[in-house]
């Protein structure tokens, strides 16, 4: 049975952080080198993991010497600045001389799209690769060849034959379909937010990995420990805040565009080798899946557990003196140090 009380190493001091899913708060410095995970135990590397001596009870409460704790922080991501970015064609225009207009559809909007400043047609001209930008507005839009770089789409297939926009739906990272009603081809178009960032178009259940450095390029990677599961994708948001209230929430990405219909959130778990261990909190059961290997999963009901959380704190300290003798885990995240956690715990 579970215990009638828990153990919280840090009571009687510093009060306990636990975790702090705060979207709002500034981030902290970059890290001094790139992203990881690391299980660090003092001295040496590893994981933690102890066990309490036979018949002792609980440590004494306030135990000197934990370190300062960490507030979770969610990365927000300012995005380009604003003058970089171009929007995208709404409006209607009618290229008097070519008779020539096309179609832009976007999430299901359409509207005319309007020549360059040359007269050319920019989606008769187009090839695979060409970049635009728009100069212009929703009312007299202006789309225009120009580099390939941030706030700027990207020609990534072009259909022949057809004006029918929705021939690009179900292509990987398309944010717009471009058709001409002169020459019948269709331009899919992909949006690039941040030059070399790929994870703007990552999915639910994908894999990223990058910096917590502002404005910095995330990209997808092979799910394991030590990276990012996309648990949500909001779009037309530009803020971790919309992010649901989710056990495994550890962390944000928000792409502000300037553009609604551009914005990206992505809401992010850390996989983490000991598991849902950092994820639990003061009285959590859990199931220690092997006695030599600091694994643990969150179960349903406390009879299916073997140990509980006694006590948390959101950054690394000296385990084996701040938990006292229960048993101990924790892992440090490098670069991310937010994410980093050590835990006590007592077996059932």
Not at 197 to 205: E, L, S, T
């Amino acid at each position: 049975m579970h215990p009638d009380s828990s153990y919280g190493p840090d009571a009687g001091g510093a009060p306990h952080s636990g975790r702090n899913h705060d979207p709002n708060t500034a981030p902290g410095p970059p890290p001094a080198s790139g992203s990881g995970i690391g299980h660090v135990p003092a001295p040496g590397t590893g994981q933690g993991l102890g066990h309490p001596p036979a018949g002792q009870g609980p440590p004494q409460a306030g135990v000197p010497g934990a370190a300062p704790q960490y507030a979770l922080v969610p990365q927000r991501r300012s995005g380009i600045p604003a003058a970089a970015w171009i929007g995208i064609v709404l409006g209607a225009a009618l290229v008097i001389g070519l008779g020539v207009t096309g179609v832009l559809f976007l999430d299901g909007i359409a509207s005319d799209t309007g020549d360059d400043s040359s007269g050319a047609d920019p989606v008769a001209e187009a090839r695979i690769g060409d970049c635009f930008h728009d100069y212009g507005d929703a009312a007299a839009p202006e789309l225009e060849a120009t580099d390939c770089g941030a706030g700027a789409f990207t020609a990534i297939e072009i259909v022949e034959g057809t004006a029918d926009p929705t021939v690009c739906d179900g292509l990987d990272a398309v944010d717009a379909a471009v058709a001409s009603t002169g020459p019948d081809r269709v331009l899919c178009l992909s949006y690039t937010a941040i030059v070399g960032d790929r994870a703007y178009h990552a999915q639910v259940g994908e894999c990223v990995h990058g910096s917590s450095t502002p404005n910095s390029a995330w990209n997808p990677v092979d799910c394991r420990s030590g990276v990012f599961k996309i648990i949500e994708r909001i779009e037309d948001e530009s803020s971790t805040s919309a992010c649901g209230d989710s056990t495994y929430y550890a962390y944000g990405i928000a792409y502000a565009t300037g553009r609604p219909d551009l914005d990206v959130t992505l809401c992010l778990q850390m996989i983490y080798a000991s598991g849902d261990a950092a994820y639990a909190e003061v009285d959590d059961c859990l199931l220690k899946e092997d006695a030599d290997y600091a694994y643990f999963e969150f179960v349903s009901d406390c009879g299916d557990a073997n140990v509980y959380v006694t006590g948390r704190t959101d950054s690394i300290v000296d385990a084996e003196s701040w938990c006292n003798g229960w048993g101990w885990a924790y892992e440090e995240v490098t670069g991310f140090p937010e994410l980093s956690y050590t835990i006590c715990w007592g077996y059932l």
